[in-house]
């Protein structure tokens, strides 16, 4: 079975950077992995989605594209998010998802099998 392990979270001023990563066991290299995002009081929203060749795709929500980037290192079972350009709205636990998701639906956390415990990112200003 799948177990996921996120670290790199902590906190950080607006326009700083933090990557994260999720150490993965379990997995096939056939399944999709993304970062989720929870804040207070919000539901858990999708932030990027990736799956490796044959098959390959990445995709990002709107708010995170262009400052944020999903990587994924298959020799170390190892998932990244490099997200720079940090602002307060970026605050929320984020958590590393893992399943066999078909890209049209990444961004719905119903659609995911495995879930890490999550790691908290705090941006102020």
């Known amino acids: 079975q799948v177990q996921l392990v996120e670290t790199g979270g902590g906190s950080v001023q607006a326009g700083g950077s933090l990557q994260l990563s999720c150490v993965a066991s379990g997995y096939s290299s056939g399944d999709s992995m993304g970062w989720f995002r929870q804040a207070p009081g919000k539901e858990r929203e999708g932030v990027a989605g990736i799956r490796l060749p044959p098959g390959g795709w990445t995709d990002y929500a709107d708010s995170v594209t262009g400052r944020f980037t999903i990587s994924r290192d298959s020799g170390k079972n190892t998932l990244y998010l490099q997200m720079n350009s940090l602002i307060p709205e970026d605050t929320a636990v984020y958590y590393c998802?893992?399943?066999?998701?078909?890209?049209?639906?990444?961004?719905?956390?119903?659609?995911?099998?495995?879930w890490g415990q999550g790691t908290q990112v705090t941006v102020s200003s």
């Open positions: 998802a893992a399943g066999r998701t078909y890209r049209r639906k990444w961004y719905q956390p119903d659609e995911w099998n495995y």
